[in-house]
């Protein structure tokens, strides 16, 4: 078997931290769980996990700050950062923010369920670095890397979004058809085999 | 009238003079003085102020009786009827222009002389009353801070107040008959001119707002009808709007300024209701079996709630984008802190 996988939490609520800490324990993951945005970037300083699971609304750094700082750091910036928050996203944040993340789940959310699927995520992730590592070794453009890797984060959380939320105000503004559209083209054209799109959470 | 009529005579000639000072009498008027030179003729006129001069042309001294009567006149606005038994055209000619209000040539007989001074002294009344007028109608026009001016059917200025006359430039108020306005000074007045054909074609008021670098009017204009199309007006007013603006423009960013707080305050507010259910859900889901079902349906009834309420928070999100295009339409006016923030953030 190989090693746990590591899963960061990041919220300033201590119950949810314990909640969190406790059902990643339950399905076999090494967790650890920070209080806001300068303490997960201390941690990362050290250590590097698996998966991180950021809430949006902290003081005084908050989610999408801590987002940016995350990405904008070499040793963290391709691990998979899920959004968990109360907040609802609006179309603003999803075409800012929808690039870099890999889902956003709304709480409250059955922590259970979506616990099972972050294996499936870290997983795709372990795979598409492996692509993303020979596209870049075949002399590819890339720019049009950069591009299929926002495009393919937006478009999976763009549609996990439309799947699971009732008022759809901020997913239904965003072009999707015509995104997945130039994915699609960025897809063939870099050559990237078909299940690194097939897969997202929470189906 | 309580009063008696002054009138100072000039002439060289002592019976001359002797006779028509009886003759003033005789029609209830009172000889303030009698002069025999022009230079004599003016410090008396400018001792006395009579009511009228009576003023012979050819006089002993320097100075003839035309000079006098026009130094007279234009200094203090007195009357002057000059009596003379020269007539050439020459004469005449110099006599008009020092605007006399009567000329009698000698020999004359009384009759001449109490009727040229009646018709003299009543025409003078009714210039004085004139002035008196005009310059009523201009304090009037002139109490008003607004810029007023009043132009005719080929946009010629016919009259303006002295705010107007400070908009267009002008450093005197009297205005002559080739003043068309400039339309284009600074910017202003542009619009005017495609409202003063409005005008011109419906004859119904017009009003509407101009804005020139940073202040703000409401211009009126109202076509007043004379009996042709050559005697209508058209009243122009400018009225300063720019206060009233600046209060507007505060309370719409007061506006929304409050609906970005409110806006934000349904954020934080959703996102803590939202963590204790999370928290709730999660105990409940690890050790709570025979009630779970009920629990988490109360759970999710709370979250249709708070659902809700994000939908509200999308509800005022469009409000203010509503106000910003609605409300804010012209670029100039939407305040920094707003433009800014809705630059191209939007999609």
């Known amino acids: 078997m190989q090693l746990m996988d590591t899963v960061l939490v990041v919220d ?32 990362l300083k050290t250590q590097k996990p698996d998966l991180i699971l950021l809430d949006l609304m902290m ?47 709304v ?62 105000q901020c997913s239904d503004q965003i072009p999707l058809k015509k995104l997945e559209e130039r994915l699609q083209w960025l897809h063939e054209k870099l050559g990237f085999p078909d299940q690194v799109r097939s897969s997202s959470p929470l189906h | 009238m309580t009063e008696k009529i002054r009138i100072i005579i ?44 009576l003023m012979d042309i050819n006089l002993s001294g320097a100075m003839d009786g035309i000079t006098a009567g026009g130094e007279i006149h ?38 001449q002389i109490q009727t040229a001074l009646e018709i003299a002294l009543y025409n003078h009344e009714l210039e004085e009353q004139a002035k008196e007028n005009e310059r009523t109608i201009r ?33 005197h108020t009297q205005v002559h008959g080739d003043s068309t306005v400039r339309f284009n000074r600074d910017g202003m007045f542009t619009p005017l001119e495609s409202r003063i054909s409005e005008i011109l074609c419906s004859g ?58 409110n806006m934000e305050q349904f954020q934080t507010l959703n996102d803590q209701i939202r963590n204790p259910l999370q928290a709730i859900m999660g105990y409940v889901n690890l050790d709570c079996h025979q009630y779970r079902e009920r629990i988490m349906g109360q759970i999710m009834q709370i979250d249709g709630l708070v659902s809700r309420l994000d939908r509200g928070w999308v509800e005022s999100r469009k409000v203010k984008r509503f106000l910003l295009r609605h409300y804010l339409d012209n670029p100039d006016d939407v305040p920094d802190s707003i433009s800014q923030e809705n630059g191209g953030r939007c999609s």
């Open chain 2, 139 to 171: 304090i009037l026009a002139n109490a008003i801070p607004d810029a007023v001016m009043l132009l005719d059917h080929n946009r010629q200025i016919i009259a303006l107040n002295d705010a107007m006359a400070r908009r267009l430039g002008y450093n």
């Open chain 1, 59 to 105: 003081e005084p750094m908050d989610g999408w700050e801590t987002l940016l700082a995350i990405r904008q750091y070499p040793p963290s910036s391709q691990i998979p950062v899920i959004i968990i928050t109360g907040k609802t996203p609006t179309a603003e944040d999803l075409v800012q923010y929808g690039g870099l993340i890999e889902d956003f789940i």
């Open chain 1, 12 to 43: 300033d609520e201590p119950a949810i931290r314990e909640i969190f800490t406790v059902y990643l324990e339950m399905n076999g993951y090494k967790s650890h769980a920070v209080t806001g945005g300068r303490e997960c970037l201390l941690w």
């Open chain 2, 204 to 261: 119904r008021p017009v009003r509407f707002e101009e804005k020139n670098q940073n202040e703000w009017f409401e211009v009126s204009l109202i076509l007043i009808s004379g009996s042709d199309e050559q005697s209508s007006r058209i009243f122009v007013q400018y009225h300063d709007i720019t206060d009233h603006k600046r209060f507007e423009e505060a309370l719409k960013t007061e506006g929304i300024t409050q609906i970005e707080k």
């Open chain 2, 10 to 53: 000039v002439e060289d000639e002592a019976l001359v003079a002797e006779d028509l000072k009886e003759m003033l009498r005789g029609f209830g008027y009172e000889v303030s003085g009698i002069a025999k030179t022009g230079e004599k003729a003016i410090a008396l006129a400018g001792e006395h102020h009579p009511d009228l001069v």
């Open chain 1, 107 to 168: 709480k409250p959310v059955d922590f259970k369920m979506i616990c099972e699927s972050f294996h499936r995520i870290i997983e795709n992730d372990r795979d598409l670095g492996r692509e993303i590592d020979r596209v870049k070794n075949e002399g590819q453009d890339p720019e049009f890397l950069t591009e299929y890797i926002r495009l393919l984060r937006l478009t999976s959380v763009t549609n996990n979004l439309k799947k699971r939320l009732k008022d759809r």
């Open chain 2, 74 to 111: 234009s200094r203090w606005s007195i009357p002057i009827i000059y009596v003379t038994a020269f007539a050439t055209q020459a004469i005449i000619d110099r006599a008009k222009k020092t605007t006399p209000s009567g000329y009698i040539l000698k020999p004359f007989n009384e009759r």
